[in-house]
């Protein structure tokens, strides 16, 4: 929202052009999670745009619990120092301090993420104070749009990080499409109605509906395993992918990373897909039954959670994520 | 497309970037101009010109060398066909004769395809936090027009002298021989790590591996001084 026309030689930084920018100079491409600078290192000659720095990737926050936080920044700085691509780094949802310590080690880009423990369970960060962009996560368009108006630069579907499964990532893109083809055919009275429904503001709601697409790019994420997977979701309409454990969880990481940036790039040409397809390896073993298994991220977003504002009834202990949070001793 | 004759089909390098962008920008220009995306080197022979979009180098750099024969075709394209060629931000790093600042894991560096006679440094402005906007002189006529409209009542916006310039993780030029028509320069210290590869350029130089005058390292050594 800063302007922009100033004659003289002001440079203005952290504006909306400049955050929203990067995300358009990321698309078409592929952003891996790496744990450390050898992986880091993997991931910038397999091709991708950017690399995403944490200490542990959603596979192993799934199955280990704990409470999940801001990586260590002397391992993100190390990563900044071994790659010349953007490196990424992900604070917990509402954390905003841990978003100022990400911006002071001049991250790239900030994921405000489901896949670590909510540290807001009724507010995200307002991103807009910030001069480093932010990505979020978004289940729907309604979710879209409250995390643009906070100051999101870039979006991604949640899907269900960590699971090697494609197919919650895909619901969010298909519901996120059709919503935004709903929106471009409605009258402009419908418009008031739809924003109140959606519970986003009203001036984004009429963006969308106006120029049939979101303010900001949006990446798919979470579940992404394959060639074949990254490339149905370019075909979905996504701008561009990010793969966390689904490369450093299979066989050979090397060839499976360099395959996923080559199904991103030529993803409508099949004979390409099955080129890049063919002899990688067993993929990540991955979870399919999503709905059975104790750890959610995808319905993680302030405000929305279940036991948002009020106290948890007593849980029985599980020992994961979510059970270690309420593993309260609050009676019902 | 109604008379084929006056239809000029520009081609956009698609293997990662803003390649979409830069289509929606030259359909804008004129019902005439079509464009097409470029990933495979036969979809080189029906334009008439191409565009190098932005993005990340490295990874177009990587992604191209792995597609069979498009550097080759890219390369032939932009050094003998005589067609106009377009580079903006990484784009442009890939039409540079020379680059520094290039990851230290490709060992045989940024692939360039060449062409400008220029040298160029990536990364020359630092981290995203560092990216920035600021206003830059206005290219010369044959690219203004396209956005000139409050030209009939006299030049009293200044606005008309200048650009809006957008640098996002961008490069810069350091040297470009006599030949190159500069058209507008920023003034600007390199960050932290562009001033260690710049530094380590300069003293190659002075052991006498190539000769290039580089006046920006010349400020950077007298700012350090100062610290």
Known sequence: MTGTNGNGNGAKIGTDKVKQGLAQMLKGGVIMDVMNVEQAKIAEAAGAVAVMALERIPADIRRDGGVARMSDPNMILEIKNAVTIPVMAKARIGHFVE??????????????SEVLTMADEVNHIDKNVFNVPFVCGCRNIGEALRRCAEG????????????????????????????????????????????????????????VADNGRLPVVNFAAGGVATPADAALMMQLGMDGVFVGSGIFKSANPEARAAAIVKAVTHYKDPKVLMEVSTGLGPAMVGISDIKGDPVNFRDREGGEYMYAGVVPPKKELHGNTETQVYGSSWAN | MSTNNNTITIGVLALQGAFEEHQQCLEAISPNIRTVQIRTPDQLESIDGIVFPGGESTSMGLIGDVTTGLWDGLRNFVHNSGKPTWGTCAGMILLAERCIGTSAVITKGQSLIGGVDILVCRNYFGSQISSFEMSTPAPPAPFATVDATDDDDGKKDNDDSSFPGVFIRAPAILTAPPDVQVLGTVVAAPCRAAAVVLRELERKLEAGENVIQLGVVDALEERLMER
């Open chain 1, 99 to 112: 978003a100022q310590i990400l911006e002071a080690c001049e991250v790239d880009y900030i994921d405000e």
């Open chain 1, 152 to 207: 999101a630069a870039m979006l991604r579907t949640k899907g269900e990080a960590g699971t090697g499964n494609i197919v919650e990532a895909v619901r969010h893109a298909r519901t996120v499409q059709s919503e935004i083809k709903r929106l471009s055919v409605m009258t402009k009275d419908e418009l008031f109605v739809a924003a109140k429904e959606l519970r986003a503001p009203y001036e984004l709601v009429k963006f």
